[in-house]
């Protein structure tokens, strides 16, 4: 079974406008990473957040863990159309990666 | 290579056949990872390869799935007797294999669909 779940399942927004996705995950964790995934693609690795870190930023990603409650968020900013992706948190438990169910996000242009 | 390899990108093969998928790692990456992918859904974890033993095989779904790596390098997912439900997407991933730091480079996978 999955660790992770994403919500929501789908999002879609305009072009410019800020992208927000959440994930929540079962068990403790070394870390926690967010994948991107285009149609018919594999998935590329976008930010890794340490269990000890609360909040990542890069470039128009900001990453935010909070390990009480075991979920983090994905903020895109200025959204843009080739952002129109498949994304993933997939959690560290020693060296095995559990991913989610998953975010469609559509951005219209 | 430049990036993680698998052959064939595309299989159709029919119900009771045996397939073999193909995984070419980053030169260098210790730590090699099988996933599955059904429409919709995300990465199913399958096994995990340190070098050439297997880590861990917790989620190969039965005895018909079997993965090798013999010389630490390249792998392959081998299913026997495949089945409908085994029509999937089929990921392989590497990593340097660094505890508490480790990112997957994925391939583009190998689509399988058993008639």
């Known amino acids: 079974s999955q660790q992770g779940e994403e919500d929501p399942q789908a999002l879609s927004i305009q072009e410019g406008e800020n992208a927000t996705m959440n994930c929540s995950y079962k068990t403790s964790i070394n870390n926690l990473q967010w994948y991107r995934q285009n149609s018919g693609r594999g998935l590329v690795h976008l930010i890794l957040i340490r269990s000890n870190e609360r909040e990542k930023h890069s470039g128009r990603l900001r990453v935010t863990l909070d390990t009480s409650k075991k979920s983090s968020s994905l903020l895109i900013t200025a959204s843009r159309a080739a952002d129109t992706a498949s994304y993933f948190c997939?959690?560290?438990?020693?060296?095995?990666?559990?991913f989610g169910t998953g975010t469609s996000l559509t951005v219209i242009p | 290579g430049a990036g993680v390899s698998q052959t064939p990108s595309n299989k159709v093969t029919e119900k009771g056949k045996y397939v073999e998928l193909r995984c070419d790692p980053i030169s260098g990456h210790t730590a090699l990872y099988w996933y599955r992918q059904s429409l919709g859904q995300g990465p199913e974890f399958l096994i995990y390869f340190q070098g050439t033993g297997a880590a861990d095989d917790s989620g190969l779904p039965n005895d018909r799935f079997f993965a090798v790596r013999p010389e630490g390098s390249v792998s392959t997912l081998k299913i026997q007797r495949t089945e409908r439900g085994d029509s999937a997407v089929y990921l392989c991933?590497?990593?340097?294999?660094?505890?508490?730091?480790?990112?997957?480079?994925f391939g583009a996978g190998s689509r399988l669909t058993v008639l």
């Open positions: 997939a959690t560290d438990a020693g060296n095995q990666f559990y």
């Open positions: 991933a590497s990593s340097l294999g660094v505890a508490g730091a480790n990112v997957l480079t």
